[in-house]
Nanobody
């Protein structure tokens, strides 16, 4: 499974960006897709996730500002980020749990990061 993330960039505080994550490969089923971020330092934190049933979960710090959505037909997840703050600056990683054709358990995959920089 390959996860291709795009949409990062430089934006002023109060602005918006939309991240996309397209999954490709021998995907039979997707359990969950989501976004994590890592600012300078060792910790990678959950930003938002969406399940196959459409349930969502957000970090408290982004609730009301970020919206995760999913296009199941395209195996793509989106993260609409509004009212961006300098503290949102981080590398954003797409991730998901996928089951491949041929059976087997769901496994987690990660995409390459995309940098989001919010200037004050």
């Amino acid at each position: 499974v390959q996860l291709q993330a795009s949409g990062g960039g430089l934006v002023q505080a109060g602005g918006f960006l939309r991240l996309s994550c397209a999954a490709s490969g021998s995907i039979f089923s997707i359990n969950v897709m989501g976004w994590y971020r890592q600012a300078p330092g060792p910790q990678r934190e959950l930003v938002a996730v969406i399940t196959s049933g459409g349930s969502t979960n957000y970090a408290d710090s982004v609730k009301g500002r970020f919206t995760i959505s999913r296009d199941s037909a395209k195996n793509t997840a989106y993260l609409q980020m509004n009212s961006l703050k300098p503290e949102d600056t981080a590398v954003y990683y797409c991730s998901g749990e996928f089951q491949l054709y041929g059976g087997g358990p769901y496994s987690r995959y990660w995409g390459q990061g995309t940098l989001v920089t919010v200037s004050s």
